[in-house]
């Protein structure tokens, strides 16, 4: 057995066995004694897998240039680019795989996606719908039309489309099971006993609380099931109805179980429109926070700047904290105090942010989101990334600003610099994928 065939096998063994890093030492191996460009398309699968995608890319450039008629390279590189926030490169890509095969349904995925983060939605929904026409069982073509239709604001389909997310590739995750059925799109909800049930992130289930007393005026009762970081605070907003941690046996007398994300589909909702304040802080905790902040002489700013880092498209909404520091050092300048909102600050970033005598860090200090709510109604603004933070900012009515990456969730809508989705909500944009610096600087304005 030669040693490269050797190696092969040792890094298909190790795939097999969830062994990404060994799989990747042996293919780099494998490269110095045999470079071929299947295993530099190999290796550069691996580094995907291992969301290294930048490093990925020019691994996948070197194997086309050796095989520029390979398929699957071509579309292992446009998924490669899109998870570097490299969109434009990535629509090439798919656009020369589509010009020697139209009907490539991949690429045509692949340029779907390309498209919408370069903010062409209505392409992208022209190409989701030629990708349903030919398959309506496409579920994945579904589900992004539904995100082309939210950010087009196509409510009507796009609600029909969104149930897609419960089918396809990336499927989000059933309900947890119960006796009490799933409500249907079509079924009735009117009279009955529900049970609405969060289901995706801590910021979707903040957003969608809006709906629950829509749906309270037409069902008999309707009980809450949140995550557990949640509940304080949602009990706390309606102390009278039963709210229950997500996966809890629901009382005996419900009748249907409906997915958070469903309400609108449900109640008919054409034109959510943005909202005003519906949660409120608990006024004991903001007279435990007022104590524990201290006195202070200027205004005060909330600040969050990173999201959930298990995400894969947190590295795109989220900025390093050195591109917040020269804001920082104007506004504290400026005689602003700073809470860091952000609960998971890790050493470096407080290491960073400790040279700041005007910035406090209260990291765990911050036991659950009705604390992250008191310490938010005794700042002037919060400024944060896509977060679960500006959702509660914007659910409480506080003034904020979001800062958000060149294609924005649906939630923000286009291009739009009000409060798409909340009243009290800003938006500040990267004009270019991966542009931070402009926005940090058009946080000047920001400081009360």
């Known amino acids: ?37 299947g ?74 996606v390309a498209l919408r983060e370069l903010n062409r939605h209505g392409e992208a929904a022209a190409v989701l719908e030629a990708l349903l026409a030919d398959d309506p069982t496409d579920a994945d073509a579904e589900f992004n039309l539904a995100l082309a239709e939210l950010m087009l ?30 409500w249907r799109p079509g079924e009735r909800l009117s009279g009955r006993v529900v049970l609405v049930q969060a289901e995706q992130g801590l910021g979707d289930t903040l957003q969608f609380l809006r709906f629950v007393p829509c749906l309270d005026a037409v069902a008999a009762r309707v009980d809450l099931q949140v995550q557990p970081e949640l509940m304080a605070l949602v009990r706390g907003q309606w102390p009278e109805r ?3 941690a997500l996966g809890a046996a629901p009382a005996p007398d419900v009748e249907a179980r409906i997915a958070l994300l469903s309400l609108p589909l449900a109640l008919k909702v054409e034109e959510p429109g943005p909202a005003e304040a519906y949660l409120r802080a608990d ?59 952000q609960r998971d600050a890790n050493d470096q970033e407080r290491a960073s942010l400790a040279g700041f005598a005007r910035v406090d860090v209260p990291g765990t200090r911050l036991r659950d989101f009705e604390d992250t709510a008191a310490v938010m109604a005794l700042c002037d603004q919060v400024v944060a990334v896509d977060t679960a933070v500006i959702h509660l900012a ?13 294609s924005s969730d649906w939630r923000w809508g286009i291009d739009r610099p009000d409060g798409a989705t909340y009243r009290s909500v800003r938006a500040l944009r990267q004009h270019a994928p991966g542009e931070w610096a402009p926005v940090v600087r058009a946080l000047s304005d920001i400081p009360p």
């Open 283 to 341: 006024p004991m905790r903001i007279a435990c926070w007022s104590n524990e902040l201290g006195p202070r002489s200027g205004g005060r700013i909330g600040v969050a700047w990173r999201g959930n880092p298990s995400k894969r498209h947190d590295p795109r909404r989220s900025l390093p904290i050195e591109a917040l520091l020269p804001w920082l050092e104007a506004a504290t300048a400026k005689g602003c105090s700073i809470v860091a909102l």
């Open 153 to 182: 604001e196509r409510y009507e389909r796009a609600w029909i489309h969104y149930e897609a997310r419960w089918r396809g590739s990336a499927a989000q995750l059933p309900l947890p099971p119960s006796a009490a059925p799933v």
């Open 242 to 244: 039963r709210i229950d």
């Open 1 to 37: 057995m030669t040693l490269a065939h050797e190696l092969q096998q040792r890094a298909v063994a190790a795939l097999g066995s969830g062994r990404l890093d060994e799989a990747e030492r042996c293919y780099r191996e494998l490269l110095a004694v045999y470079p071929h460009p």
């Open 39 to 112: 295993v530099l398309h190999n290796l550069g699968l691996i580094l995907v897998r291992l969301r290294r995608d930048a490093e990925a890319v020019p691994l996948f450039q070197q194997s086309l240039a050796v095989r520029p008629g390979d398929a699957n390279v071509r579309l292992a590189l446009s998924n490669a680019l899109l998870h570097c926030d490299r969109p434009s490169e990535a629509l090439a890509c798919c656009e020369a795989l589509l010009a020697a095969d139209p009907a490539n349904r991949d690429a045509r995925h692949n340029q779907a």
């Open 394 to 406: 914007g659910a409480l009515g506080r003034p904020a600003t979001v800062l958000l990456k060149f």
